[in-house]
């Protein structure tokens, strides 16, 4: 089955920086890759996702690229600000066979620390 | 809209004992897929539904099962708890079979003693 590994597991940054979050897959028919942030004590929350037919997609401050070669893709983050601290979790997902993309499989997640 | 609602919030249970769990997706969504996040871990699948019909299934034992509902409010079981299974339940919500996205409810912490 599928596995995504996702870097680095804590991250920490000033007010106004980048941050960027990479992450890995292994199953080459994964063609849906969303990202979710989860503050605490509540739900993931989409905020941005990508399919493979695309190599990047932006949505204001936050950005997402997909390398299907390399099997990678990571998420960007700019002009970071505090109430950007949350955990951040890719997912990978795939409709092969007939399925759905109904099956997320998560990386580990990233502590992203804005300090301001 | 209200978004995707999930009960109880909180769980306190006996190793042995079973629960069921509660989820209703959003207003003209029609599939739910039921996740499980152990603190400090990413959510890992444990099914799918779709138009009352299991549509997938993540490697979970037998004790875990799921149900849905003509109004596609659906409830997760859990018989024969382990401390294991102390976690997150999480909800999502998809609107159709062929949709990508999956929106996540608040979650069920249960925490088996």
């Known amino acids: 089955g599928e596995n995504v590994e996702q870097h680095p597991s804590t991250l920490s940054v000033q007010e106004g920086d980048s941050a960027v979050i990479k992450c890995t897959y292994s199953?080459?028919?994964?063609?849906?890759f969303p990202w979710y942030k989860q503050e605490l004590g509540k739900g993931p929350q989409l905020i941005i996702d990508?399919?493979?037919?695309?190599g990047e997609k932006k949505d204001q401050r936050i950005a997402v690229t997909l390398n299907k070669t390399a099997k990678h893709f990571s998420l960007h983050i700019t002009e970071t600000q505090p109430e950007d601290s949350a955990v951040y979790f890719c997912?990978?997902?795939?409709?092969?066979?007939?399925?759905?993309?109904?099956?997320?499989?998560f990386g580990q997640g990233t502590i992203l620390t804005v300090h301001p | 809209d209200a978004g995707v609602t999930q009960s109880p919030t909180h769980l306190i249970k006996t190793r042995g004992q079973h629960v069921t769990l509660r989820c209703s997706p959003i207003?003209?969504?029609?599939?739910v897929s039921w996740y499980q996040q152990v603190l400090g871990q990413g959510p890992q699948f444990i099914f799918q539904?779709?138009?009352?019909?299991?549509?997938g299934r993540g490697n979970f034992p037998d004790r875990f099962s799921a149900r849905q509902f003509p109004n596609y409010s659906s409830e997760l079981n859990v018989n024969a708890l382990l401390l294991g299974d102390s976690a997150l339940y999480l909800c999502?919500?998809?609107?159709?079979?062929?949709?990508?996205?999956?929106?996540f409810g608040p979650g069920t912490r249960l925490t088996v003693t």
């Open positions: 539904y779709y138009e009352k019909e299991e549509r």
């Open positions: 999502a919500s998809i609107r159709s079979l062929a949709a990508y996205e999956q929106y």
């Open positions: 207003s003209g969504h029609k599939s």
């Open positions: 997912a990978g997902s795939s409709n092969a066979g007939g399925t759905s993309y109904g099956k997320l499989t």
């Open positions: 990508i399919r493979s037919n695309v």
């Open positions: 199953d080459s028919a994964s063609n849906y």
